[in-house]
Every structure is written in C-alpha cells, then in structure tokens.
C-alpha cells in the first residue's frame, strides 16, 4: 500500500511523520515562545502600573509648592509621637530668624508682612482719574507717615497745641504744653476731651450693641486698660525691672518735652504710686468670665447715687457723659432716664475713693500720659528709640520696624475700607468665597455629628445648639459695599487728609472713628456690616452679631489655597473654621443664644456639667511649661476659651474632612517627596500653622497676658486629646502625644 499523502494544510498529518526527538523540540520551542510570550505580558503589565503610580504623584505647580512648604518645615529626625510641634515646626523653627524689631516671628506673622509689602506696593501707587476719595486719602494719610523730613521739622509744635487745649501738663512746668493751673481742673471736662481723640483713661466709656437686645446699642462704662499691658506689671514690687523701664519711659518723654530734670522725678514717683493703686482696684481677667456679671444695668441719673462723685475735685457723672455725646459730629443730649451699663461695679466702687487720695496734680499728670504715650509715636524719631529702650524690657524687641511697616499698618487700621478695595482688587480670587462656604458646611455638619456623641449635654440643649450653629452669619473676603464708590466714601464725608501733617491726620481720624461709634447709639443696628478690614490676617468670631469672619488676608497659604490639597486647607483654614464655630460655645460664646443675645438658653444641670467637664482643659493646660518662657508654668484658666475653641474645632474640621473624602470616594492624589498620607498631612498643616520662634521676654509676656495658650500647646495640647491622631499617626498607647486620660467638650 503506497504511503499515506499529507497535503500542506493537514498538520495532524504532518504530526505523525515526525520522530520522537523531533517532537520534543518542536514541545520545547513552543515552551519557550509561551514563557517568553508571558515574560513580555507581566513586563507591560509593570511598567504601566509603574506609569500609574508615577501619575498618582500631583505634580501641579500648587502641589510642588505646598510639597516644599510642607518639608522645609518638618524636623524628620523627631518622632512625632514623642511632640508632634517640634516634628512639624522643628526646621521651620531652625531656619527662621526673629527680626530686630520683633518680639516673635511665626508662620502667621511671615504672611501679615507679605501682605503688608502688597500694601506698600498699592499705597505707593499714584492716584487713578476716578478714584474714590476714600482710596484717595489712604494714599496721602501713607505718604504723611512715610515723610519723616516733615515729622522731625515739625518737631513737637503739633503735640504741644495738643497738651495746651487739654490745659497742661503739669510736670512739664513753664514749659510749651505745661502751665497747668490747679484751679482750673475740672476732671470730667479733661476727661471729655480725651475722648475726643478716643482715649478713655479712668474710665472705659464706649457705645456698643445691648448685650440682652443684640438689635439695639446702649452706653457702656467698664474699667479701662492701663498704661502697662496688664495689672500684674504693676504688682511685682517697685523695682521690678519692667516697671522701671516704665516709669524711666515717662521720664525720658518729659525730658524731650522740656521738663525740669531736677523737679520731675516728684511728678513721676507720685504718678507712678497711683497707677500702682489703680492697678489693684483694677478685676482680673480671670474674675471677669462671666458675661452676666458683667452686665449691670442702671440709669444716668443713678450713677450718682450707686457710685458716688468725688468731693476734693470736679467730676459729675451727668457732665461727663453730656460732654462725650455733645462734642462736634455727635451732638447728642443725653438725660437721666437714659440707660447705661456698669460692666465692673467693683471697679467703680473704688475708684473715687482711690483718685482722693492723690492730689489735683498727679491725676492730671496720669490722664495726660494716658493720650502721650500712644501719640509719641506719630512724633520725631528720637522718641521711637525711646519706645524701643522700654519695649526691650518688657518684650524683648531690640529693634524697631521699618517705617512703611508702621505706616501699612496704621492706613490700613484706620482706611480698612479702601485698602481693602485696593488688596482685593490685586490678590482675591472670587473661588474662595464658594469653596469657604462649601468647607463651613461641610464643618458645620460635622459639628452636629459630634453633638449628637455628647454625654453632658440633654437633648433640648442639643437641639438649641444646632440651631445657634444653623444661625451663624458668615463673611468671607470683604464686603461686597468696598467695590460701590458712593458707599466707599460715605464715611468719609466732610473729612480731609493733608499729606504733610501726619500728627493732625492722624487725631483727624480718631476723632472721626468717635463720633461714628458714639452716634451709632440712636441708629439701628446693621448685623450685615463687616467690623474689619479685608487685608487682615486673621479670623473671628463675634457673639453679639453670632458671625464668624474670614478677611481675603488670611485666605492664602499656609491656611488656603483653591488648588492645594483639600487635606491641607482643612488641616489650615478648615481647624480655624471650626475654632470660630465654637468659640459660640467656649466659655463665654454658650452665654449667647442663636441671636447674639446674652440669654440663659442652657439649663442649671447643664451649665454645671460644662463647668465640670471643661476643668478638665484647665488641669491639663495648667501642668505645660513653656520652655520659652524659661519653664515657666501655663494658666489653663486664663486661656480656658481658647482651648475648648482650638480643641472642638480640629475635631469638626477633621470630620468634615474625612466626610469630603468619602464623598469623593477616593484619597486624595499624593504630594511629591513627602512619604506621608493626607489624613498626616492635615495634621502636619495644623501645627504648621502654629509655627513660632519667641523671645524669652516675649514668652514670658504672653504667660503673663495671653488669652491663647503658646502656640506650641495649641498644638500639643489639642492633639493629646484626639484619638484620630494618634491612630493616624500609629503613636502607641502611653506616649507623650497619646496620653491615656484626654479631655473632651465638643
């Protein structure tokens, strides 16, 4: 039988003609050409998911500059679980300076003088066809503070035409300004002037919105600030450095003044010996925590009787007042049936019996260094360096700023309105007002969330809370009335600037804002208008107005930006968000209801269960020493409000967080360079915006003064309290930063 035939396409045929070891190679090639085919395929596989790793790394512009902001501040070399602050703010601490002129340096600070150079830059600017007056005189009220040439040329002449429409001042003698006649005193007349330029010493005497009745205004009287920054200055012993610093302040002036060297010293030591005395009478802060026993209502025609006048000189408590509220641009009558709060009757109980004991002459001598000492400043330069002599001691500040500093700052304090129309015009971006609301509801929200866990707190109470939460104003960037040029230069009516007088500028000003706010009184009150200017950098909250505040100043990095991480603006912007929210219900923002009135909306058993749950802030703060101050211990009492505000703050601003990412239902795209998650980065953001360098004596002032904790507790203390941080950061159990007992409020 002739051989099977295979044609070209049967390989079934072709197959069985080939031989064992044939065979084997043909197996053997195909086994290769497979694995060679899967080696390829697991090859493209890695090296495109290699790719999309690569792409998972947010390499815009924004996120390379807030990677880099991010790293330069971190100390890697701490673990953050041992303190957090020195992990996050360590090289930012190592790498900046604080300045000559300044007390500190922080991250806050750096911005504020950013800001400041773009009002330079916009203040230097010349005058454009159509500019509104407004905008007009800020730019003449800077080139007036900037012309130091006509300060030192003009020398005191403008100062002493001040000191003589007050009468004198006594310890200058014969000289320009003195000859004061003893005869001639009359306290409340004196005292009535002073207002004119906004100085109120002895008393603090204001007009304000109705604690009780938020749609309405009422006078107020309170005790009034010192010349030293707080009553403890005063009562550490009459050779305490920082008061002889003080009183060798009030020497030097006289001096420069023309004063007598050989008869002041009297003069100052009497001076001197009665601030010591109005110091004591004076009410701690730390007694003054309750807005309802700040409230004490009377009639003009009762102060007489409850606080009885003074018989060795002239005051009359109706005269006084008639003065105030009838001087030029308010011209007011106000008689006895009309109301007047008392906020400190202790203090008034004392003080006439206090001021009889001293003489005609040194009352007359404090009340005039009263208004001197903040206007000897806008004189020549020789009186700078002697602020800075004294600012040497009591905060350690070396040096002075740089003129345009002063003169940015004091135009904008007084011209916020038009400088901000300028700032907004050169740096706003519209977005910011949509993403800020978007973030406070996000934060409002988690508020209600972490309301419903509380255990102290009954459910009325609760639903009160929420709805105060629901009933908070917001204002973010400016008003939009800056931008309408009719309404811009409305406040300035009948008001001009001269840009070669910057000492009568700058009274011109005082006495404007004075007469706004005393004529205010019989005017409705306007909950929609802004009380800051937008080139400001920093936030608020108000509890008569129940509004928090966020001015285009402080809407820029390290606290914001549209296209930077959302973990990072929650962790900046979004914690000082949430801080302002509970700042209605720190210790003295819950006595407010969701109007802004000062109204008992919480029950007895509630009250006292946040008395005794926020003792536990206070404990916890007490026991910080602050290695800046030289170890000196904390005062969790005296920073208690802002405690409870930074604590229940980071914990709303990281819920809301937490929620926009499950919203989106991914994590966020990593930054280059830093091997951390975005939940880490909203806490390193935190504390970054805390970061702060400060001088000893600075330190030690802010003990002493301040209503916030330092900052390297806003942080530590805050984020002992958080579990989510430590499970975030993995910190084990027991470590300095995941304490076992932690405090909680809100």
Known sequence: MPPEKCEESSEGCCWKRRTLLEKILIVLVLVIILVVLILVILLAVGVARYKDMQGEVCTTPECVQAASSVFKGIDFSVDPCNNFYDFACGNWRKTHVIPEHRTYLARFSVLREEVHVTLKYLLEGESKPNEPKAVQYAKKMYRSCINMTNIEERNLSAATELLDSFGGWPALGDQPGGRWVEDDFDLSLLLSKLMIYYNNPLIGFYVSVDSKNSSARMIFADQPGLNMPGRMFYLRGRNDEKLLAYKNLVKSVLLEFGADPDTINADINDQIEFEIALANITIPSNMRQNSEDLYNKYTVGELATFFPEPTKFKFVWKEYIN?????????????????????????????????????KRTIANYVIWSIMQNRIANLPS?????????????????????????????VNSYFGSAVGRLYVGEKFEEDAKIDMNSMIDGIEKAF??????????????????????????????????????????HGYQNHSMDEHNYFGNIMKLLNLWVSRDFTKLRQPVNKNIWTTSPATVNAYYSSPYNRIMFPAGILQPPYYHKDHPRSLNYGGIGSLIGHEITHGFDDRGRQYDKYGNLNQWWGDVVIDKFINTSECFVRQYDKYSYPEAGGKLMDGFQTLGENIADN???????????????SRGKEETPLPSLNLTHSQLFFVNFAQIRCSNHRKADAIHHILTGAHSPPRFRVIGTLQNMKEFSDTFNCPAGSYMNPAHKCRLW
């Open 382 to 410: 020789r009186f700078e360096n002697l602020l800075t002599e004294y600012n040497k001691v009591l905060t350690g500040r070396v040096g002075s700023r740089p003129r345009w500093q002063k003169c940015t700052s004091f």
């Open 323 to 359: 003065q105030v509220f009838g001087m030029e641009r308010i011209n007011m009558q106000i008689e006895d049936d009309e109301p007047i709060v008392i906020e400190e009757p202790r203090y008034f109980d004392k003080l006439f019996v206090t001021l009889e004991k001293f003489s």
């Open 448 to 489: 209600g969330e972490l309301l419903e866990e509380l255990t102290w707190m009954d459910e009325d109470t609760k639903s009160l809370a929420k709805e105060k939460v629901d009933y908070i104003q917001r204002k973010i960037g400016y008003d939009d009335f800056i931008l309408n040029d009719t309404a811009l230069d």
């Open 648 to 662: 229940g703050g980071l914990k709303q601003a990281f819920k809301a967080y937490r929620a926009w990412v499950a």
